[in-house]
């Protein structure tokens, strides 16, 4: 793995876009601050919650999470211009699923709305009706996962929802990534930040 255990370190990893750096530095993370939270994810995590079995507790919800990884594989490809943190978080108020299963269901769901490809949506209704099911079924609580480790089964992608907010006292920033490399937070700072 990218990082160490998680017994290792007590940390989650959260990536965000780096234009909202200022803010995470000021007063945290809260799951619906960033712009992309209603326009780009709100629906498709209305979409899995509404196929959410009863014997979730009602306080799992994807859309008022936030999201961040147990930890990445050897070599993750971060996106551009984003900012890789380090979460201390609250083990109790925290779930896991596999985010392979909603990652594998993204493009067809957003897609099924445009013309030459609403057949998706025929799929949806088989195939990715099935894989949420499958994402709920295998999800577990934080402290659960602590015992049994699915995070560490091959295939499995542990995303951690996260059901608090973030304080900034508790956020450590580690990477942020550009085009061209990633650079540890305090290499961007001597590259970038010192007086000429």
């Known amino acids: 793995m ?33 712009v992309t939270y209603e326009y780009k994810y709100y629906t498709f995590h209305c979409f899995i919650d509404s196929l959410k079995p009863a014997y979730i507790p009602s306080w799992v919800e994807r859309k008022r999470s936030i999201f961040a990884t147990k930890n990445y594989r050897r070599e993750p490809n971060f996106s551009s211009h ?3 943190t380090a979460l201390r978080v609250e083990p109790s108020r925290c779930w896991i699923a596999n985010e392979n299963r909603a990652n594998q269901i993204y493009e067809p769901f957003i897609l099924q709305e445009v013309d030459p490809l609403k057949e998706a949506g025929e799929y949806m209704k088989t195939e990715g009706k099935k894989m949420v099911e499958e994402y709920w079924r295998t999800s577990l609580s934080f402290e659960e ?13 542990a995303e951690v929802l996260i059901f608090h907010d973030i304080k900034p006292k508790n956020i450590e920033i580690l990477y942020i990534v ?14 970038f930040c010192k007086k000429r």
């Open 2 to 34: 990218f990082f160490e255990d998680y017994f290792k370190t007590g940390r989650v990893y959260h990536v965000a876009p780096v234009n909202d750096l200022g803010k995470i530095l000021s007063d945290g993370i809260k799951y619906d601050d960033k």
């Open 145 to 157: 996962n602590l015992e049994k480790r699915v995070d560490l089964k091959e295939g499995y992608d």
């Open 82 to 84: 984003s900012v890789v």
């Open 178 to 191: 550009s085009d061209h490399r990633v650079m540890g937070f305090d290499e961007w700072k001597e590259t």
